[in-house]
């Protein structure tokens, strides 16, 4: 039974969301304001205002004479201090001069006196809103709770989910804002990512062609569909979607999308075709070269790999995801010295991508077969730096369990210790459940190593290592009834990852060399 990487799924998981579901975000990312989301009238404010001699006031903000109309507001404050409709006119005053700060302080004057004042509470909500502050969230709910359903309120209410990380609660909001957003692309955009990111990729799909429909000739709603449709493995539908920006000169962030669309049709030539092309077209474009490399991985084609980012490497000697990229390669080759200096590279070039250290576990377990000592000294080194880094956690435990420590050694606990420490900081680790399964069974805690391979089952029903520990464990128990399905799990799994592994041979890259000026 061959031995599979336990950051086999998560590096691929990471580069899917790389290739794809990303470009939903960054299209036509060029800032986050919905543009004109509120339509001031001041005739709102003057519905709810008996006219108290404000004709004046009223006939200055119409000709946007601000100074005027505060000078006559103010007046008027100090006979009735306490007007809500007063100290909100004064705040539009101060909008219109542009300045954000008095104008805040008048709306929030009037909230103070009348706290469901519609004018003021959207005044304030605007300029918070504007301004990037959470406490525009406060304002907004306000508004829906005196205003329930408010379209405007529910959009800009799901922009600020979006950017806090609260998919539901965005897609609850934008859900909400309904016909409102057709008009906020940015905003739709971001409805959609959150639909992906929660599996719901046929709304998702439904947002972005509700996006081309109003926006026809836009090629951004283009590959806003066609992202979300690759990622719904609808890749013959996104060459569709591609097809009018592919006609007529695409750029390179469409090239990118189309060579996507068509690896995932199985049409791996025109996907190095499509990069190939992209990267003359901007040779200075690391994620093409990256791109590139990750499609010679899967490919099992890693010297072609390594050969398009040393091309990428000679315009861009700087790149961290370039060093990162070829170091990963390097591991497959089994050449780690290569691979250690492009991860301590790219680690240099920056310290904080977090994507460096999952890299360098990856060659420090492969390296670990063939020098187990070197391997956890190098694994502890970087823990002394990152103490918290589940990857290199889970490295110190994986290493110390192959090294079958006695059962109540130092290692022993050790290791229990660095794989419950790696799953707290990132549960989805779910290798290192498999590192306790073993440490258990071999210490007979039977009952415990059992838990531990159902817990790695839950996360991965495909996990061969669970499937062979849980067989192991149940076979010393009263539980034997389960073992000939666990059995016939197990074979299937095996003849599934053998399929899989004929898919990725399936077709080898044979790439002509790039030069650095990006011709051939």
């Given at each position: 039974m061959s031995r599979k990487s336990p950051f086999a799924g998560e590096l691929v998981q990471q580069r899917t969301r790389l290739r794809v579901i990303p470009i939903i975000l960054t299209i036509i990312r060029k800032g986050?304001?919905?543009g004109t989301v509120l339509l001031w009238a001041c005739a709102l404010v003057f519905a709810q205002t008996p006219d108290n001699g404000i004709a004046g006031v009223k006939s200055a903000l119409q000709?946007?004479?601000?100074d005027s109309a505060l000078e006559l507001l103010n007046s008027k404050l100090r006979v009735s201090p306490k007007s809500p409709q007063l100290w909100t006119l004064r705040g539009l005053a101060y909008e219109?001069?542009?300045d954000q700060k008095q104008a805040?302080?008048?709306?929030?004057?009037?909230l103070k006196n009348a706290p469901d004042y519609l004018p003021a509470l959207e005044g304030a909500a605007k300029i918070e809103y504007d301004a990037e502050n959470p406490r525009a969230t406060y304002f907004l709910n306000n508004v829906l709770r005196v205003k329930p359903g408010d379209r405007t309120a529910n959009a800009m209410l799901g922009v600020l989910a979006f950017k806090r990380g609260d998919c539901a609660q965005?897609?609850?909001?934008?859900?909400q804002g309904g016909a409102l957003l057709d008009s906020q692309p940015v905003a739709m955009q971001e409805y959609a990512a959150c639909l992906v990111k929660a599996n719901q990729t046929e709304k998702a799909i439904a947002v972005c062609k509700q996006m081309v429909r109003s926006r026809p000739d836009d090629p951004d709603a283009r590959r806003s569909l066609a992202a979300v449709q690759i990622t719904a493995h609808q890749a013959q539908d996104a060459l569709q979607t591609l097809e009018p920006l592919l006609a007529t000169a695409p750029d390179v962030r469409t090239m990118r999308l189309a060579a996507a669309a068509y690896e995932n049709n199985k049409d791996t030539p025109n996907a190095v075709k499509t990069l190939r092309e992209a990267i003359v077209k901007e040779p200075r474009d690391t994620g093409l070269y990256v791109d590139f490399a990750n499609l010679a991985m899967d490919h099992q084609s890693f010297q072609t790999g390594i050969e398009m980012v040393n091309a990428g490497l000679a315009l861009q000697p700087d790149s961290a995801p370039l060093y990162l990229t070829r170091g990963v390669l390097y591991v497959q080759l089994?050449?780690?010295d290569k691979a250690e200096a492009d991860f301590e590279k790219s680690e240099q070039l920056n310290p904080h991508q977090s994507a460096s250290a999952a890299a360098y576990s990856l060659m420090a377990q492969e390296k670990n077969q063939k020098d187990p000592g070197q391997a956890l000294t190098t694994v502890r080194s970087k823990l002394s730096k990152r103490p918290n880094d589940p990857y290199l956690l889970y490295l110190e435990s994986t290493i110390l369990a192959d090294k079958a420590p006695?059962?109540?050694?130092?290692?022993?606990?050790q290791a229990i210790e660095s794989a419950k420490k790696a799953l707290a900081r990132r549960p989805s680790l779910c290798a290192a459940y498999d590192v306790m399964a073993k440490l258990y069974q071999s210490s007979n805690q039977i009952q415990l190593s059992t838990r531990q391979s159902r817990l790695a089952l839950s996360c991965d029903p495909q996990d061969q290592t669970a499937l062979y520990h849980l067989i192991q464990t149940l076979r010393k128990s009263d539980e034997k009834a389960e073992i000939p399905d666990l059995l016939k799990r197990l074979a299937k799994a095996r003849q599934d990852a053998t399929r899989e592994e004929a898919e990725h041979n399936r077709y080898k890259l044979v790439a002509e060399p790039t030069s650095p000026t990006g011709r051939n």
């Open positions: 986050n304001k919905m000709r946007q004479d601000f219109g001069k542009d805040l302080a008048s709306f929030e004057e009037a965005a897609i609850a909001h934008f859900e089994a050449e780690y006695d059962p109540g050694s130092a290692d022993f606990r």
